[in-house]
């Protein structure tokens, strides 16, 4: 976990990213996604990442309503945090969330995906102080640390209560509690944090109910 606010337009993003596919899995700022790499085209695409800027990104695969998939359109830009590469030329990586990302097109298929790509800003439509609520009200619905890891959950509620983002703080909830795909896949493109926070609140409100 970092408890800078990534998603700062200072950031500096590439003008095109490697891409990961992989089913059902999304990366969101500020979080790390540890990842065993061993295919030959992703063991290229490592090679490639670590010459140039240390970043990729993983291409959520999501089935479309024909039966067939195709790319989510928003992504997270991943920085190689570590990387332990085995005898057997397999990687052990850490992958950390930057900032979310918007595919443009893709202009490299083989032997990996090399996408364009653009930042995609979060928006606030309201006051701060209303944000502030809403990060208050997340939160507050966490699993009780006598119930959930212990020291692990209370050290995470510490944390959290100290970072001043509230879009970061959204994304960390997301990533450590969310484990429906179809929520996580909302809580991903959706650019509009009060609604990023409305849909974390009704799933975590949801699994409060569920205890």
């Given at each position: 976990m970092d408890v800078n606010c990534q998603n700062h337009p200072s950031f500096h993003l590439p003008d095109t990213m490697p891409v990961m596919v992989l089913g059902d899995c999304y990366l969101f700022p500020g979080c790390l996604l540890p990842l065993f790499i061993f295919e030959e085209r992703y063991r290229l695409m490592l090679a490639h990442a670590l010459k140039t800027d240390r970043m990729f990104c993983i291409g959520t695969r999501v089935r479309t309503a024909k039966d067939g998939y195709e790319l989510l359109p928003v992504s997270t830009a991943g920085l190689i945090r570590a990387c332990k590469k085995q005898e057997d030329g397999t990687s052990h990586v850490m992958l950390q969330g930057m900032r979310r990302i918007r595919f443009k097109n893709?202009?490299?298929?083989?032997?990996?995906?090399?996408a364009d790509i653009e930042p995609m800003p979060t928006v606030i439509e309201t006051e701060a102080g209303y944000v502030d609520e809403l990060k208050d009200r997340a939160l507050d619905l966490l699993p009780d640390a006598t119930s959930c890891a212990g020291d692990a959950m209370r050290n995470l509620r510490t944390a959290l209560l100290k970072i001043e983002c509230p879009d970061l703080v959204c994304d960390i909830l997301a990533y450590h509690f969310v484990r429906r795909p179809p929520i996580q896949h909302s809580l991903l493109i959706e650019p509009v944090l009060e609604k990023r926070y409305d849909i974390l609140i009704a799933e975590l409100?949801?699994?409060?109910?569920?205890?």
């Open positions: 893709t202009h490299q298929e083989k032997p990996f995906v090399i409100e949801r699994l409060q109910a569920e205890d």
